[in-house]
T-cell receptor, first 108, second 114 residues
Framework: SQQGEEDPQALSIQEGENATMNCSYK?????LQWYRQNSGRGLVHLIL?????REKHSGRLRVTLDTSKKSSSLLITASRAADTASYFC????????FGTGTSLTVIP | NAGVTQTPKFQVLKTGQSMTLQCAQD?????MYWYRQDPGMGLRLIYY???????DKGEVPNGYNVSRLNKREFSLRLESAAPSQTSVYFC?????????????FGEGSRLTVL
């Protein structure tokens, strides 16, 4: 069974709004990563947060991690049409388990 | 700067046929992975190779075999294709020495089994 589950499955927002997606996982982790996938393309790494970190920023991305709840959130601020993509969380180990993804649509 | 290269990009097979998906990385990574992606299922790990000379099963290994040919190449073989193996297959690689620990993905191989 997969380690991560993203929520919501799909999200549609207006350009300029913020987008928040959540990830829950099942077992202890060393780190958690977020990836982006444009339609028909491979996944691209966005950000990694380690288990001893609670929050991390990268540009318009903000990631939080709550190890007690086994959950993480990805916030994209001031969204752009180009942010339209699917977003996946992945937990570490030898086996990099991915969640089912959140499909984000940003309407211009 | 090719990164992770997968071939072929598209393939149509008939049930029972065999084929091999090829993957090569030029980043000197020690670990390589094969995933399949199906609608609503996300990415599921088929097999991985933590280092040259080793391979291990992931979540969904049935019906597949792999070969870590050398440090650069990791192939995935379907011995007798079934319609349930219709999917998009992704190869990925990483190195434990990377501070980001990120996976680098190929562009995918789209397989249809009729």
């Amino acid at each position: 069974s997969q380690q991560g589950e993203e929520d919501p499955q799909a999200l549609s927002i207006q350009e300029g709004e913020n987008a928040t997606m959540n990830c829950s996982y099942k077992t202890s982790i060393n780190n958690l990563q977020w990836y982006r996938q444009n339609s028909g393309r491979g996944l691209v790494h966005l950000i990694l947060i380690r288990s001893n970190e609670r929050e991390k920023h990268s540009g318009r991305l903000r990631v939080t991690l709550d190890t007690s709840k086994k959950s993480s959130s990805l916030l994209i601020t001031a969204s752009r049409a180009a942010d339209t993509a699917s977003y996946f969380c992945a937990t570490d180990g030898n086996q990099f388990y991915f969640g089912t993804g959140t499909s984000l649509t940003v309407i211009p | 700067n090719a990164g992770v290269t997968q071939t072929p990009k598209f393939q149509v097979l008939k049930t029972g046929q065999s084929m091999t998906l090829q993957c090569a990385q030029d980043m000197n990574h020690n670990s390589m992975y094969w995933y399949r992606q199906d609608p609503g299922m996300g990415l599921r790990l088929i097999y991985y190779s933590a280092s040259e000379g080793t391979t291990d099963k992931g979540e969904v290994p049935n019906g597949y075999n792999v070969s870590r040919l050398n440090k650069r190449e990791f192939s995935l073989r379907l011995e007798s294709a079934a319609p349930s193996q219709t999917s998009v297959y992704f190869c990925a690689s990483t190195s434990r020495w990377l501070a980001t620990g990120e996976l680098f993905f190929g562009e995918g191989s789209r397989l249809t089994v009729l």
